[in-house]
């Protein structure tokens, strides 16, 4: 199963795109999180690798943004097995091991559109990484 | 062995007397020296608790010289006391940086005190003074910029250099509170995420979090202190240190008591002196330390049997800034450590901040440490003491609260029609008007500029103009957190609100300028 995020905007949000192409092309989504309002949103979808090109062509002829959203990598090196950030996660992804390391799921993760636990590592051990590898997210909190 | 006597007579004091063992007592001396002959029996304070559980508190004490203990947290009053050495000409620092973190000069010339949560002016809230010493640590280069006014005796009033901890003359880890007994489990009952010491806590009761080792912490496992003060020789750090008194804060009566402690930073290392970064809070440093603790007398062995399930904290909380923060009962540490807790009857996920798993990895080295015969034990040449009191601050200035300059809101209820809300804005002088629902509770809010807009707009209806998404305030909050929290939002007024969400009142920023301008 491969995962890909769809972006609507303001005129899209009312249109049932993804419906659409679901119905058109027999794909089945799972829909992992979603945030939505009136203006716009961003939905993360699980569909079958093999149906992964089409579907996301079919989502951008429709005018919306397809994106693969960036993994999240822990750096075992940094991490001291605090577990600040276990019961922050809203997929159970992260979890304790019977020695009290901090073991980490990236199957359950959700990924860049989650990220919850990144700003809470005081190790700074998490971080949000783009699918190929490189060019890591830098995670320094915004001064508003 | 005069100190061990007299430990052991005020243990037994009302104890029972038909154990066998009553009255036999072990020194510091004599662990010493089966120390040194390989022969102690040295046990962490997880094996202890088992043993005690399995075999009894009198095999124990028969078998047992010394339990092991560890906590690794982070610890914010730590620092290190570093000399630099003499530049040519002398300089005298006035103002100094390290890695871009101002670091202070409390004494003369060129010592200076590196405090962990002072930030870096280039990366504040990401690197810090516990990073500058975990750094350092680490054997890595850091660089020294400092100015000085220039005195006849220390010219020099500029000096910029790199260094490493082989370049410092001393380099003393001195944290003046460190190890806290038990702490608090923070939670957050407000309606947004807050960025706190104890972490990240999600709004509405979403995530706990805790800190401390629970049954593995040292002063735990010796509440009466009966081992344990100045001299006593620890684990610091992943090197030797000592504790040099009473930590900051010490509350022993309220089974919060702290250690003050030393020891030769050079001699560390990095795997248990980590800095942090904790968002929006600022940095900290996370320590490693085990305290050993002989087992003199049966009293010592039936206290290192302590569990989690006996220890119990508040659950406290943090969305309200003040001092005295509302608790929402107790909850164990055998429960904190089990990931959920229960608050008003709903589960909620509880995460630690200190590393367990580091804990034990302390008092597991410590033990091998003892085994090996690298590390002996000492006895304290004054104890802690058992009944400071931890006393808030002095205030000679009261500062000011929401409640002290709310006033009445003008209200409307949903049902009502613009123009009569128009006319109540003129009649009234006033720019809010605060929407509630028959029982007084807040439903939105409407500004004078929302029924201009309505006008213009040509709307009729109250529910297409007012703003449902209301940030409001509590009455007991300090006025400042309040007037922050207008400029974030760049709004006008917040509704003041009980925690019904019923209205009390509302503050307008026209009142936090008439208070707070006065003052500031």
């Not at chain 2, 010592?111 to 500058?132: R, W």
């Not at chain 2, 220039?150 to 000096?159: I, K, L, N």
């Not at chain 2, 206290?303 to 005295?324: G, H, L, N, Q, W």
């Amino acid at each position: 199963m491969g995962r890909i995020l769809i972006r609507v905007n303001e005129e899209q949000v009312s249109e049932p795109i993804a419906s659409q192409v679901i119905i058109e092309y027999k794909v089945p989504m799972v829909i992992l999180s979603a945030h939505i309002n009136s203006k716009g949103g961003e939905i993360l979808v699980e569909i079958p690798d093999d149906t992964e090109d089409k579907i996301v062509e079919a989502l951008r002829k429709r005018g919306v943004t397809v994106s693969v959203p960036k993994s999240i990598e822990v750096d075992s090196e940094k991490c001291f097995s605090c577990g600040s950030c276990v019961a922050l996660c809203p997929v159970e992804a992260i979890s304790l091991t019977s020695d009290s390391s901090v073991q980490f799921d990236k199957e359950k993760c959700l990924g860049s559109t989650c990220s919850i636990c990144v700003d809470a590592c005081p190790a700074r051990a998490i971080k949000a990484v783009k699918p190929n590898g490189n060019g890591s997210q830098n995670n320094r909190e915004k001064k508003s | 062995m005069i100190y061990s006597r007299s430990a052991f007579s005020i243990c037994i004091k009302g104890k029972a007397t038909t154990l066998s063992n009553e009255g036999k007592t072990r020194t510091v001396e004599e662990i010493n020296a089966k120390i040194r002959k390989g022969d102690a029996q040295v046990l962490t304070a997880e094996e202890m608790k088992k043993l005690v559980e399995s075999s009894g508190v009198e095999v124990a004490f028969k078998e047992v010289d010394v339990v092991t203990t560890g906590t690794f947290g982070a610890m914010c009053s730590s620092g290190a006391v570093i000399n630099l050495g003499h530049s040519d000409p002398p300089i005298k620092i006035d103002h100094a940086w390290i890695n871009d973190v101002e670091v202070c000069h409390p004494g003369a010339a060129v010592d200076i005190f590196i405090g962990a949560t002072n930030m870096s002016e280039k990366q504040p809230f990401e690197y810090g003074g516990g990073h500058v010493i975990g750094d350092l640590v680490a054997g890595k280069e850091v660089e020294l910029r400092a100015t000085a006014y220039g005195t006849d005796c220390y010219p020099r009033t500029q000096v910029k250099t790199t260094l490493t901890k082989d370049d410092l003359n001393q380099f003393c880890l001195l944290n003046f509170r460190n190890g806290y007994q038990r702490y608090n489990c923070a939670v957050n009952s407000s309606d947004e995420t807050i960025y706190t010491y104890m972490s990240k806590l999600l709004p509405r009761f979403r995530n706990a979090t805790y800190s401390g080792a629970g049954e593995l912490n040292p002063l735990m496992n010796d509440p009466d202190y009966e081992t344990m003060g100045m001299g006593t020789r620890i684990f610091l750090g992943g090197g030797q240190g000592y504790i040099i008194g009473e930590g900051t804060q010490h509350s022993p009566k309220n089974l919060s008591g702290t250690l003050m402690v030393k020891g030769d930073a050079k001699k560390m290392t990095p795997e248990y002196l980590q800095g942090a970064a904790f968002t929006k809070y600022g940095t900290s440093l996370y320590v490693g330390l085990g305290v050993p603790i002989p087992i003199l007398n049966m009293g010592l062995a039936k206290k290192t049997a302590i569990r989690d399930s006996e220890i119990f904290t508040d659950i406290v909380d943090y969305s309200v800034p003040r001092r005295d923060r509302p608790k929402f009962g107790q909850v164990s540490y055998k429960e904190l450590k089990s990931g959920s807790i229960t608050i008003n009857g709903k589960k909620v996920r509880v995460s630690s901040l200190s590393s367990l798993k580091m804990a034990k990895k302390v008092s597991q080295t410590l033990k091998s440490w003892i085994e090996e015969g690298t590390f002996t034990l000492t006895s304290p040449v004054e104890r802690l003491p058992t009944s400071t009191v931890f006393k808030s601050m002095r205030q000679t200035e009261e500062i000011p609260f929401v409640v002290s300059v709310m006033h009445p809101a003008v209200t409307c209820t949903e049902d009502e029609e613009i123009r009569a809300i128009a006319e109540r804005i003129v009649t009234k002088s006033v720019n809010h008007i605060v929407v509630v629902d028959a029982t007084g509770k807040l439903r939105g809010i409407v500004t004078s500029w929302d029924i201009t807009r309505a006008m213009a707009e040509g709307k009729k209806a109250l529910s297409d103009i007012e703003s449902r998404n209301v940030i409001t305030a509590k009455p007991d909050e300090p006025l400042e957190v309040a007037s922050k929290r207008l400029a974030q939002h760049n709004i006008s007024a917040l509704p003041v609100v009980d925690i019904e969400r019923k209205v009390l009142g509302i503050v307008t920023s026209e009142d936090v300028a008439k208070l707070l301008g006065r003052r500031y």
